[in-house]
């Protein structure tokens, strides 16, 4: 999970970020719109929403850690669902000539 911000607002609700999920089994990728000021609460819905819902419960979900992850708020419900939860550092790599 990750998210692209900065983008130009738009659609009915004026998004102007994306919440993009892999699933690393099926390589399958969903873009879920969202907001860059959207809290834990509110990227918690739009997961449970469209991906819990759909696809069922993860076993791991694999992030940064950011805020929006690190909150009690996550931590809580998926440790009652059996989820581990892994934050990782994004690694930036140089450009090789």
């Not at 999970?1 to 998004?15: A, C, I, R, S």
């Not at 892999?22 to 918690?44: G, I, N, Q, W, Y």
């Not at 979900?61 to 009690?72: L, N, V």
Request: hydrophobic share 40%.
């Amino acid at each position: 999970m990750d998210w692209v911000t900065g983008l130009v607002q738009g659609g009915k609700e004026n998004f102007n970020a994306c919440l993009i999920i892999v699933d690393r089994f099926s390589k399958s990728m969903r873009f879920l719109p969202c907001h860059k000021e959207d809290t834990a609460m509110d990227t918690a819905l739009i997961f449970w929403n469209n991906i819990i819902s759909t696809c069922g419960v993860p076993k791991v979900i694999i992030s940064d850690r950011d805020q929006k992850f690190t909150s009690e708020f996550w931590t809580n419900p998926y440790d009652m669902l059996g989820t581990k939860l892994v934050f990782v550092q994004h690694i930036i790599h140089k450009r090789m000539d």
